[in-house]
């Protein structure tokens, strides 16, 4: 089954310290971005990279970082620099860079930061 | 900039019909897509509108008037299941690379 796994689902950290979220997909496709989900809130993007070598900040991403060595893979790491990194994340992909209006989700990792 | 309006929250109750509304301001448009998700859950794309009009899918469907910077989601015969958050998003007019806006979302809740 073609898809986007994200883990873990649930993440722990003390203040202070990074942490790595994963992000794999299976879809063959181009386009992969980073979104942060707080309670009530719409998604805001944090990076997108629109090719393997290549990424974007997007409207969030003080305090965060990536990196896309592989076509299927595009972690994020949450810094000790992001003020309030407790937060729902979220990793889509999209078929076509250029055209695509459909992104495909991952189940989310529900990140708290005491 | 770029920047769209739903409403917070919408009750309604099974078997209803209900209609989720979005109004966008962008500098250029490239279509509105609709999006569901499920308390602790995953977006899940619904509906794609790049012209003006109703486009049907199921139970679901959705409308764009380009003219009036508006669009819908239009759910029938409600169902339990249908209680989620939908959000409205729009193409960013300052990147090809398909990224979206999204709205914050309204969250539907269908009551018995």
């Known amino acids: 089954d073609g898809g986007i796994t994200q883990s873990p689902k649930y993440l722990f950290r003390k203040e202070g310290q990074n942490v790595t979220l994963s992000c794999e997909q299976n879809?063959?496709?181009?386009?992969m971005y980073w979104y942060r989900q707080d309670p009530g809130q719409g998604l805001r993007l944090i990076y997108y990279?629109?090719?393997?070598?290549?990424?974007q900040k997007g409207d969030i991403a003080e305090g965060y970082s990536v990196s896309r060595e592989k076509k299927e893979s595009f972690p994020l790491t949450v810094t000790s620099a992001q003020k309030n990194p407790t937060a729902f994340y979220l990793c889509?992909?999209?078929?076509?860079?250029?055209?695509?209006?459909?992104?495909?989700f991952g189940p989310g990792t529900r990140l708290t930061v005491t | 900039g770029q920047s769209l309006e739903q409403p917070s929250e919408v009750t309604a109750v099974e078997g209803a019909i209900v209609q989720i509304n979005c109004t966008y301001q962008?500098?250029?448009?490239?279509?509105l897509s609709w999006y569901q998700q499920h308390d602790g859950g995953a977006p899940t794309f619904l509906s794609y509108n790049g012209l003006d009009g109703l486009e049907e899918t199921g139970r679901f469907s959705s409308f764009l008037s380009r003219s009036d910077s508006y669009g819908y989601l239009l759910l029938q015969e409600l169902q339990m299941k249908d209680s989620a958050s939908y959000f409205c998003a729009v193409r960013d007019v300052q990147n090809q690379g398909g990224k979206l806006i999204f709205g914050q979302g309204t969250e539907l809740s269908v009551k018995p």
């Open positions: 962008t500098s250029g448009f490239y279509g």
């Open positions: 990279s629109q090719i393997v070598n290549d990424f």
């Open positions: 889509a992909s999209s078929e076509d860079r250029g055209q695509s209006y459909e992104q495909y």
């Open positions: 879809l063959n496709h181009d386009a």
